[in-house]
Each structure stands twice: as structure tokens, then as C-alpha cells.
């Protein structure tokens, strides 16, 4: 594996995740508070 693959991947990965970052935040929020709201009632 050469230095140039191993940016194209660098970049490749990091563009993935900055997708995942920037789209899942909403989308995870929800669900902790779904989930949590029972526990939180009961305490």
C-alpha cells in the first residue's frame, strides 16, 4: 500500500464519517430520548 492510497483512503474514510457525523446527530438524538423518557419517568 502506497502513501497516495493511504491518503485516497484517509479522505475517503473521513468523508464517510463527516457524513455520519453531520447526518446522524438529529436521528440519534431522538432515539435516546425515546428510550430514556421511560427511565427518566421512573426515577
Do not use: C
Not at 455520519?20 to 430514556?36: C, D, G, K, T, Y
Amino acid at each position: 500500500m502506497s502513501a497516495d492510497t493511504g491518503i485516497i483512503w484517509v479522505l475517503f474514510v473521513g468523508s464517510i464519517f463527516a457524513l455520519l457525523v453531520f447526518a446522524m446527530p438529529p436521528f440519534v438524538q431522538s432515539i435516546p430520548e425515546n428510550a430514556n423518557a421511560k427511565s427518566y419517568g421512573d426515577g
